[in-house]
């Protein structure tokens, strides 16, 4: 059940124009709860919290899609018309990412993706693979020094956090990394091969307790963790609070205005009240309406 504030933000989103009253939701001050931000810190060994015997829904479990997205559109009628409106399937997987890797490989491909067009990450890290990687086919290693060879990324396997760790620096440079992204790799590598961290625990770990983990990796921001638990842990009710797209479509979506600064981390967790357990798919979903809107800010 939504709450008075959160009925009252749906109303407005259907409503033409943005009235002066509806307008206070953006003006009326909001009590800050503490947020995890980026942290430059390596973890230290203590064996982060994991939640013991308890099993934690993902958006790959059986029925889990469709019963999301026929609360959504009940709870959010105008996000139900962006639903049936749009042709592609739901789906909370990444184009880079293979269904069936690690924890450990998603945030290493999720450093080096960092910052980069798709395209451009994708060929630094294919150009890693062919460096570290094992070939899954041994008959195509006669392709390994041909730069103009149909490598793919499925073809190999990704080097183990144990080897990450034993790299040099300067090496992974030459694939196109840079100093500060060999680094980061390193430093995840170095939880996952000292034990500090593991598939296990993050699998067992809340979404709480998995952000305040990574965010303490070097190299591992709020945004990073956001999208690691959407797309790789299939989280449901992840809001990436962070992603400039969201921010954007939800503001459109809400009839509220965008700004610099605004809407604030806690004016979007209020704004999206109603789409609780399953803001990650109504995110997806915010992002297909991105793609079709323009927004100035103020």
């Known amino acids: 059940m939504t709450s008075r504030r959160s009925a009252r933000l749906l109303a407005k989103a259907a409503s033409p124009i943005l009235t002066p009253k509806a307008s206070k939701v953006l003006k009326k001050p909001v009590t800050k709860k503490p947020v995890v931000r980026v942290a430059a810190v390596v973890l230290s060994t203590k064996v982060p919290a994991v ?17 999301a997205i026929l609360y959504l559109k009940s709870a959010d009628p105008k996000l139900g018309q962006i639903i049936d409106q749009t042709t592609d399937e739901c ?28 395209n451009a990450a994708r060929a630094i890290l294919l150009r890693f693979l062919k460096r570290y990687g094992t070939l899954t086919d041994t008959s195509k290693a006669p392709l390994l020094n041909d730069d103009s060879s149909e490598l793919q990324l ?11 760790v034993a790299m040099d ?50 190299g591992i ?14 989280r449901p009710n992840i809001l990436p609070t962070g992603d400039l797209a969201v921010r954007k479509a939800m503001c459109h979506h809400f ?44």
């Open 91 to 118: 789906s909370m997987s990444l184009p880079r990412d293979d269904d069936n890797e690690t924890s450990f490989v998603s945030l290493c491909k999720s450093v080096i993706f960092q910052q980069l067009a798709g």
């Open 255 to 298: 009839k509220v205005p965008f700004g610099k600064k605004t809407p604030t981390h806690e004016q979007m967790v209020e704004m999206a009240q109603a789409w609780e357990p399953y803001r990650s798919v109504a995110t997806w979903y915010m992002w297909r309406l991105a793609g079709t809107i323009t927004q100035k800010t103020t």
């Open 154 to 164: 499925t073809d190999f396997e990704f080097p183990t956090a144990q080897q990450v």
């Open 51 to 67: 939640d013991a015997g308890v099993t934690h829904a993902t958006l790959a479990d059986p029925g889990m899609m469709e019963a």
């Open 169 to 218: 620096v300067e090496e992974m440079k030459a694939v196109g990394l840079g100093q500060r992204k060999a680094e980061y790799l390193q430093a995840v590598a170095e939880q996952f091969n000292s034990g500090a961290l593991s598939e296990k625990m993050l699998l067992g770990m809340s979404d709480e307790n998995v952000s305040r983990t990574l965010v303490s990796i070097r």
């Open 221 to 234: 921001g709020q945004w990073t963790c956001d999208m690691f638990l959407m797309f790789h842990l299939k």
